[in-house]
């Protein structure tokens, strides 16, 4: 099912939040492997005997965690440091030790089933169970002997050392348990499900390689250099108001667009980053697009730059589809140093990353707020939870071209996008679809409900765009998964329905739109055991909205949802690009002297943002 089409995508994820949102992105492609109907090389290729994302990413240090250089979770492949021998300076010299980052359990769950599988399959001569079992006698004598040594010296160290004791102790208690149960389930046993291991990855995660659960080629990773992330924040700022919206910024230290330039000025680091690229496209059979997960808001805005007009040059045919994650919204302090320079970082990479995309989408969470998702309970101030939104936002929307439905990249674009002066587009999603069965769907694409553009049923994903209900979107795109092609007809008349056809039912309903398509799927998009549990509990393991007040489902992540996604072309895109002029020529240059813009330059950015917004205005209708 992974070689049966030659079309190719590569994908570069730039940033720290578009990482986030990738690795919810490939977990959930790793997920639905065994779906027949998505072409899985048109993402991945093969390494060894894996299957890995055909990926360039991205980012500071510090955002790596335990994924090593070689492109696997810790203890299988870990990097080693330089040491203090390598050095060419002459004079004293010392070892600075860094301690090996602190993997969590879903991480050494990985490593644990992964050793398990190797010595089912004669790999490995000893058994990882015993091995564990082994290690905690070994911290059990260490941790008795502390204790007796504790009563004779109860200084900080002992008290350190007895800490790290019981963590260890901890870990391999629970470890040893998760072990038992995978023992028992490759053995063919029946398992409780109420032992089976469940991840608080909520509150472990502090980067996205925490739970990033494919593997990555080494080809793929590049870590910035000079710029780093000390012990980045999973939680965001929690915003009092709208108008007195926070900034959140968790790359302080790479916040100047110009700065993602500075990379493609040391031959060096150019040679680096297009060697990446290069070792993926050189074998690539025919490159159907290429896509980028980016972090406008900061100096990967410039990175972004740099690597379009690469790929620009290379594959000038070759459409270009691009993600940009916003993280905060576009109101904020105009006060406050750091959001004046995302919205310049903001204005500057709209105004030049417009005229290199064939297809822009803007994606945020920060504009939106609890009530925003009917079925889902989740923590806004989580990175680790938003994100997971636009990863299956952005798994839905890209099913097209991933599948047997007829449609490449330049056709998933040109369906959108019917002038290269208008390609910016809004997404909604609906994480979960929101019904009780199929059926229902019936009454959800009713001609009395509102249209799908201003649909209380779907969660506008691109900030500051208006909503209205006469505006007519010029194309739109629709993919709806895990409902069947055919409904019951027996409810049709009940809503007024001439078919029973989902394809048909979309097309009505969307019919005041000029160009339309939509796509169905039968099989719902299988979840990863990666993903948060943010599904409110009316949510029922199948996805659908259960009825029944009994079902338990505390802790328990649904196998599987009904998914939606709606991309759009529409004049409302114009609220959203009037807000970013408005808010970039609001302000003063003259305080961002390390951005190297003269005043001209300035104002003639601020001109082209207006003229970008205007070409949306509905008085050019």
Same mark, same amino acid.
């Given at each position: 099912?992974?070689?049966?089409?030659? =079309?190719?995508?590569?994908?570069?994820?730039?940033?720290? $939040?578009?990482?986030? #949102?990738?690795?919810?992105?490939?977990?959930?492609?790793?997920?639905?492997?065994?779906?027949?109907?998505?072409?899985?090389?048109?993402?991945?290729?093969? %390494?060894?005997?894996?299957? #890995?994302?055909?990926?360039?990413?991205?980012?500071?240090?510090?955002?790596?965690?335990?994924?090593?250089?070689?492109?696997?979770?810790?203890?299988?492949?870990?990097?080693?440091?330089?040491?203090?021998?390598?050095? $060419?300076?002459?004079?004293?010299?010392?070892?600075?030790?860094?301690?090996?980052?602190? &993997?969590?359990?879903?991480?050494?769950?990985?490593?644990?089933?992964?050793?398990?599988m190797a010595h089912k399959a004669g790999k490995t001569n000893e058994d990882p169970l015993i091995q564990k079992q082994n290690k905690l006698k070994s911290v059990l004598k260490e941790l008795a002997e502390a204790h007796e040594g504790a009563k004779v010296y109860s200084g900080l160290?002992?008290?350190?050392?007895?800490?790290?004791?019981?963590?260890?102790?901890?870990?391999?208690?629970?470890?040893?348990?998760?072990?038992?149960?995978? &023992?028992?389930?490759?053995?063919?046993?029946?398992?409780?499900? %109420?032992? !089976?291991?469940?991840?608080?990855?909520? !509150?472990?995660?502090?980067?996205?390689?925490?739970?990033? !659960?494919?593997?990555?080629?080494?080809?793929? /990773?590049?870590?910035?250099?000079?710029? *780093?992330?000390? @012990?980045?924040?999973?939680?965001?700022?929690?915003?009092?108001? +709208? %108008?007195?919206?926070?900034?959140?910024?968790?790359?302080?230290?790479?916040?100047?667009? +110009?700065?993602?330039?500075?990379?493609?000025?040391?031959?060096?680091?150019?040679?680096?980053l297009e060697e990446k690229f290069h070792w993926f496209l050189e074998e690539c059979d025919k490159v159907q697009g290429v896509q980028f997960f980016s972090d406008v808001a900061t100096g990967f805005g410039g990175v972004t730059q740099d690597f379009m007009e690469m790929v620009k040059?290379?594959?000038?045919?070759?459409?270009?589809?691009?993600? *940009?994650?916003?993280?905060?919204?576009?109101?904020?302090?105009?006060?406050?140093?750091?959001?004046? &320079?995302?919205?310049?970082?903001?204005?500057?990479?709209?105004?030049?990353?417009?005229?290199?995309?064939?297809?822009?989408?803007?994606?945020?969470?920060?504009? /939106?707020?609890?009530?925003?998702?009917?079925?889902?309970?989740?923590?806004?101030?989580?990175?680790?939870?938003?994100?997971?939104?636009?990863?299956?936002?952005?798994?839905?929307?890209?099913?097209?071209?991933?599948? @047997?439905?007829?449609?490449?990249?330049?056709?998933?674009?040109?369906?959108?996008?019917? @002038?290269?002066?208008?390609?910016?587009?809004?997404?909604?999603?609906?994480?979960?679809?929101?019904?009780?069965?199929?059926?229902?769907?019936?009454?959800?694409?009713?001609?009395?409900?509102?249209?799908?553009?201003?649909?209380?049923?779907?969660?506008?994903?691109?900030?500051?765009?208006?909503?209205?209900?006469?505006?007519?979107?010029?194309?739109?795109?629709?993919?709806?998964?895990?409902?069947?092609?055919?409904?019951?007809?027996?409810?049709?008349?009940?809503?007024?329905?001439?078919?029973?056809?989902?394809?048909?039912?979309?097309?009505?309903?969307?019919?005041?739109?000029?160009?339309?398509?939509?796509?169905?799927?039968?099989?719902?998009?299988?979840?990863?055991?990666?993903?948060?549990?943010?599904?409110?509990?009316?949510?029922?393991?199948?996805?659908?909205?259960?009825?029944?007040?009994?079902?338990?489902?505390?802790? #328990?992540? +649904?196998?599987?949802?009904?998914?939606?996604?709606?991309?759009?072309?529409?004049?409302?895109?114009?609220?959203?690009?009037?807000?970013?002029?408005?808010?970039?020529?609001?302000?003063?240059?003259?305080?961002?002297?390390?951005?190297? =813009?003269?005043?001209?330059?300035?104002?003639? $950015?601020?001109?082209?943002?207006?003229?970008?917004?205007?070409?949306? *205005?509905?008085?050019?209708?």
């Amino acid at each position: 099912i992974f070689w049966n089409t030659p =079309m190719e995508v590569i994908t570069f994820q730039l940033g720290h $939040l578009s990482s986030f #949102v990738g690795t919810h992105f490939w977990n959930i492609q790793e997920a639905n492997a065994n779906n027949n109907s998505v072409k899985h090389k048109a993402l991945f290729r093969a %390494s060894k005997d894996k299957l #890995v994302p055909r990926l360039v990413l991205v980012d500071l240090k510090g955002s790596f965690g335990s994924l090593s250089k070689e492109g696997v979770m810790g203890n299988r492949g870990q990097a080693s440091l330089p040491t203090a021998e390598a050095s $060419l300076w002459g004079g004293n010299s010392y070892l600075a030790e860094q301690q090996p980052y602190k &993997k969590n359990s879903f991480l050494r769950a990985l490593d644990d089933a992964s050793e398990q599988m190797a010595h089912k399959a004669g790999k490995t001569n000893e058994d990882p169970l015993i091995q564990k079992q082994n290690k905690l006698k070994s911290v059990l004598k260490e941790l008795a002997e502390a204790h007796e040594g504790a009563k004779v010296y109860s200084g900080l160290l002992m008290k350190m050392r007895l800490e790290e004791l019981e963590e260890q102790k901890k870990d391999l208690e629970e470890d040893i348990q998760r072990m038992l149960v995978r &023992k028992r389930q490759l053995e063919g046993q029946e398992v409780d499900p %109420s032992t !089976k291991a469940i991840f608080s990855l909520s !509150k472990s995660v502090k980067t996205w390689s925490d739970y990033l !659960k494919v593997y990555m080629d080494p080809h793929s /990773l590049y870590e910035v250099p000079f710029y *780093s992330i000390a @012990d980045p924040p999973v939680k965001i700022p929690s915003l009092p108001s +709208p %108008s007195t919206e926070l900034s959140y910024d968790p790359l302080s230290n790479f916040n100047v667009y +110009p700065q993602g330039h500075e990379l493609f000025k040391d031959i060096d680091e150019q040679e680096a980053l297009e060697e990446k690229f290069h070792w993926f496209l050189e074998e690539c059979d025919k490159v159907q697009g290429v896509q980028f997960f980016s972090d406008v808001a900061t100096g990967f805005g410039g990175v972004t730059q740099d690597f379009m007009e690469m790929v620009k040059s290379e594959l000038p045919r070759t459409p270009i589809l691009l993600y *940009s994650i916003y993280g905060n919204s576009l109101t904020g302090d105009s006060y406050n140093m750091a959001n004046q &320079k995302r919205l310049l970082n903001l204005g500057m990479s709209m105004a030049n990353l417009s005229e290199l995309a064939t297809l822009y989408i803007p994606m945020s969470f920060r504009h /939106l707020n609890k009530q925003s998702f009917q079925q889902l309970d989740m923590d806004m101030t989580n990175m680790y939870e938003t994100s997971s939104v636009l990863g299956a936002a952005i798994h839905s929307l890209t099913s097209p071209f991933r599948s @047997d439905c007829g449609v490449d990249v330049h056709g998933f674009a040109s369906s959108l996008v019917t @002038d290269s002066r208008k390609n910016i587009c809004a997404v909604d999603v609906a994480l979960p679809l929101g019904i009780e069965n199929p059926n229902a769907l019936y009454k959800t694409l009713s001609a009395d409900s509102d249209p799908m553009h201003a649909s209380h049923w779907m969660t506008p994903l691109t900030p500051s765009v208006t909503r209205e209900r006469h505006t007519f979107p010029d194309t739109s795109q629709v993919v709806m998964t895990g409902i069947p092609e055919l409904l019951d007809y027996s409810d049709a008349s009940k809503y007024g329905a001439r078919t029973n056809d989902v394809g048909r039912l979309l097309d009505q309903y969307m019919v005041s739109v000029p160009r339309r398509v939509s796509y169905t799927f039968k099989s719902g998009v299988s979840l990863p055991i990666s993903f948060p549990n943010i599904f409110a509990s009316s949510v029922g393991k199948n996805g659908f909205i259960s009825t029944s007040a009994s079902e338990d489902r505390a802790g #328990v992540l +649904p196998e599987s949802v009904p998914l939606a996604s709606h991309v759009y072309n529409t004049p409302q895109i114009f609220s959203h690009l009037d807000l970013l002029a408005r808010s970039v020529k609001n302000l003063q240059i003259s305080d961002h002297h390390e951005y190297g =813009m003269a005043e001209d330059s300035f104002k003639n $950015l601020g001109e082209q943002l207006t003229v970008l917004a205007e070409s949306y *205005s509905t008085r050019h209708f």
